[in-house]
T-cell receptor, first 109, second 114 residues
Framework: GIQVEQSPPDLILQEGANSTLRCNFSDSVNNLQWFHQNPWGQLINLFYIPSGTKQNGRLSATTVATERYSLLYISSSQTTDSGVYFCAVEPWRTDKLIFGTGTRLQVFP | DADVTQTPRNRITKTGKRIMLECSQTKGHDRMYWYRQDPGLGLRLIYYSFDVKDINKGEISDGYSVSRQAQAKFSLSLESAIPNQTALYFC?????????????FGPGTRLTVT
């Protein structure tokens, strides 16, 4: 089956720093989503981005489907950005979302 | 009000008990899903349903059953709970229309089996 790898596994930042999270996947997909899981366990949809680039405030994401990777950029990080960031992909025509193991981000004041 | 709701939000139960987790959605989506998350890991698919007559097993369906009572309701049952089913459970929905595959998640149910 498809492999979804996220890097780095852990990231520690000081408030105000920028970061880039990466998601590599091993096969064609028709869905790619980025989620933020906050310390209370809730999953928050960040981006639905099977291809192209999107921006939402301090966050942006780029997916290069032909090269099978996606990047999530966080600029001017805040302590509320702490949590785990998941990439999830739906392999072509499988109707099943496969999650990566996540990047745990800690932002300190 | 939240578009995807789950009840209960937290539950502690004993080994061998039957328990049902419920999911309701007001998004009007046809597709509904149940996932499980173990500590430190990503989510894994338990069951999914594309309409009330279509239910499919996911990656880890053993020990679970589901019921799609209506377009808006999808329930997950543990017939005889065991401790290794202690986990965070998420329900999700998606439109399922061509070109739109985004999934939307509920707030989760934290289940502890003692």
């Amino acid at each position: 089956g498809i492999q979804v790898e996220q890097s780095p596994p852990d990231l520690i930042l000081q408030e105000g720093a920028n970061s880039t999270l990466r998601c590599n996947f091993s096969d064609s997909v028709n869905n790619l989503q980025w989620f933020h899981q906050n310390p209370w366990g809730q999953l928050i949809n960040l981006f639905y981005i099977p291809s192209g680039t999107k921006q939402n405030g301090r966050l942006s994401a780029t997916t290069v489907a032909t090269e099978r990777y996606s990047l999530l950029y966080i600029s001017s990080s805040q302590t509320t950005d702490s949590g785990v960031y998941f990439c999830a992909v739906e392999p072509w025509r499988t109707d099943k979302l496969i999650f990566g193991t996540g990047t745990r981000l800690q932002v300190f004041p | 009000d939240a578009d995807v709701t789950q009840t209960p939000r937290n539950r502690i139960t004993k080994t061998g008990k039957r328990i049902m987790l419920e999911c309701s959605q007001t998004k009007g989506h046809d597709r509904m899903y149940w996932y499980r998350q173990d500590p430190g890991l990503g989510l894994r698919l338990i069951y999914y349903s594309f309409d009330v007559k279509d239910i499919n097993k996911g990656e880890i369906s053993d020990g679970y059953s589901v019921s799609r009572q209506a377009q808006a309701k999808f329930s997950l049952s543990l017939e005889s709970a065991i401790p290794n089913q202690t986990a965070l459970y998420f329900c999700a929905t998606s439109p399922g229309t061509s070109g739109t595959y985004e999934q939307y998640f509920g707030p989760g149910t934290r289940l502890t089996v003692t």
